[in-house]
């Protein structure tokens, strides 16, 4: 059975940071293209970054160029979510998404649209608050 979980929110203050972990199981994430999405209060759910199969390639948004990065440890089946100088605007629920691998997709596809994956976690709570 296919599961992600992520965990590493909690609160933080401006200027801080948090490392998000979302752990795999029923499944070996290496090869599957893996999101990064949040869903701020009364906001639609946004996705924020994502990295390919074997590492081809990664995507950070505007909102988080610069400041969050996004990695792969594949012998712990983990994707991670480094986030720096978090700002209250990074305030939300965050989620990890895996997307079923295709052989019709190029080798650094990934995509920060909902609609691109398949499995999803329960999500972290991030709050970013003085």
């Known amino acids: 059975q296919v599961q992600l979980a992520e965990s590493g929110g909690g609160l933080v203050q401006p200027g801080g940071s948090l490392r998000l972990s979302c752990v795999a199981s029923?499944?070996?994430?290496?090869?599957?293209?893996i999101g990064w999405f949040r869903q701020a209060p009364g906001e639609e759910r946004e996705g924020i970054s994502c990295?390919?199969?074997?590492?081809?390639?990664?995507i950070h948004r505007d909102p988080v160029k610069g400041r969050f990065t996004i990695s792969r440890d594949n012998a712990k089946n983990t994707v991670y979510l480094q986030m720096n100088n978090l700002k209250p605007d990074d305030t939300g629920t965050y989620y990890c998404?895996?997307?079923?691998?295709?052989?019709?997709?190029?080798?650094?596809?990934?995509?920060?649209?909902?609609?691109?994956?398949?499995?999803w976690g329960r999500g972290t709570q991030v709050t970013v608050s003085s």
């Open positions: 998404a895996a997307e079923r691998p295709s052989p019709y997709n190029a080798v650094d596809h990934c995509t920060t649209e909902e609609g691109g994956y398949d499995y």
């Open positions: 990295i390919a199969k074997a590492d081809a390639s990664a």
């Open positions: 029923g499944f070996s994430l290496e090869t599957w293209p």
